[in-house]
């Protein structure tokens, strides 16, 4: 099974996998056990663990099975997660405040794979920052002459969400010679200005970390035993 980095703001995250074979789940986070799962008649097994703080963390598995003797098997290969609750920073927003043109071009800096939407009543226009945090928005529509006025929302892959009202103000002056398309940077990723947005941007979070029934092969030869004290072996 192959290592998963998964970023999320929860404070609980779901453990799920499956273990054929066995009757229990220990689950560990940076080596220490935190929860017990009990394993279903199809071998599945699901449970909830607690993220209190913000941080990487590594969580495994591993099977139970056997009475009196309780048999461990390996832990599974890990899975990474992160747990950020910091909200994200527009760091940096650039475009023509007065321009001639009836669309306008919005670049800007906030943090790697967040995502900015740009909003003027029922109109979106959405862009996902690149591997440097830099953001592109094009051909955003002026619809009025005079100031158009435009909120920000970011939300970073965590799922943490800043809004900022009133951000962008454009006026639309036809008189005018800019061109509000013409600031840019063409190393820059381009998301075109269309109306509407990007579903899994208001999609939840939830984050569930998967074990596949892979996590526990090679178990019948790595096992610790392990005595149940009330019962005599």
């Known amino acids: 099974m192959a290592d998963v980095s998964s970023v999320t703001k929860d404070e609980i ?6 273990a054929s074979g066995y009757d229990t789940v220990f ?22 663990i607690n993220m209190d703080n913000e941080g990487n963390y590594d969580v495994t598995a591993a099977g139970v099975k056997g009475f009196p003797k309780r048999y461990i098997s390996s832990p599974s290969l890990g899975e990474s997660i992160t747990i950020d609750r910091t909200a994200p920073e527009l760091k940096d927003i650039k475009y023509a405040t007065e321009v001639g043109t009836e669309t306008f071009t919005v ?6 794979d967040a995502q900015v939407i740009v909003k003027r009543g029922t109109d ?8 440097q945090g830099d953001f592109k928005i094009v051909s955003i529509v002026l619809t009025d002459e005079g100031i ?13 969400e800043t809004f900022l009202e009133g951000k962008i103000k454009v006026t639309y002056s036809p008189d005018s010679d800019v061109d509000g398309d013409a600031v840019m940077d063409d190393s820059l990723p381009v998301a075109a200005g269309e109306e509407g947005i990007m579903k899994d941007f208001f999609l939840g979070n ?7 029934i892979l996590a526990f092969i090679g178990a019948a030869t790595s096992t610790t ?7 005599r072996g």
């Open 27 to 48: 689950v560990y986070v940076n080596g220490e056990k935190v929860q017990t799962a009990k394993v279903d008649k199809d071998g599945n097994f699901l449970v909830a």
């Open 148 to 160: 158009n006025v435009y909120n920000v929302l970011v939300k970073d892959v965590a799922g943490n």
């Open 124 to 131: 979106y226009y959405s862009a996902t920052c690149d591997s």
């Open 206 to 212: 939830t984050l569930v970390v998967i074990f596949g």
């Open 13 to 18: 995250v779901s453990v799920s996998g499956n």
């Open 225 to 231: 035993v392990l005595y149940n004290r009330n019962k």
């Open 107 to 112: 670049t800007g800096n906030v943090e790697p």
